[in-house]
């Protein structure tokens, strides 16, 4: 391995990009009803003053949105005597989905760019 001092070091991210990031890293809470207070906070703090960090909040907020109906109707199955495993299946597949997801959303907006979650309702415009 050669070292080109025309090499110029990575720069590092915007603050935009980290503030994104940490939105769509809420996503990591989901198992515990509480994924969607950093998006929303995030997304209250820069609505107004950064454009790029809002829209990509909304994102993670409208998806986290809908995870945390998914875990609340999958909580509610999971308290019937006879189908409560399957809401307990479910409830623990949503949050390792919303964990990947989270993760792979995160790591393409802190690289710069954009991301959309396959499925989400928009709840927050």
Do not use: C
Not at 63 to 79: G, N, P, S, W
Not at 81 to 102: D, H
Request: hydrophobic content about 55%.
């Amino acid at each position: 391995m050669s070292y080109d001092p025309r090499d110029t070091p990575p720069r590092p991210p915007a603050p935009s990009n980290t503030l994104a990031m940490v939105a769509h890293l809420g996503g990591v809470l989901t198992y515990l009803f509480a994924g969607w207070v950093v998006s929303l906070v995030v997304w209250l703090v820069q609505r107004d003053q950064d454009r790029a960090a809002a829209q990509e909040a909304r994102v993670a907020l409208n998806f986290q949105l809908t995870a945390l109906i998914a875990m609340v109707v999958l909580h509610v199955v999971e308290q019937f005597p006879v189908i409560g495993i399957i809401g307990w299946i479910g409830k623990l597949a949503v949050g390792v989905v919303a964990l990947v997801l989270s993760i792979v959303a995160a790591a393409a907006v802190y690289r710069g760019g954009s991301y959309r979650y396959p499925f989400s309702l928009e709840l927050v415009r």
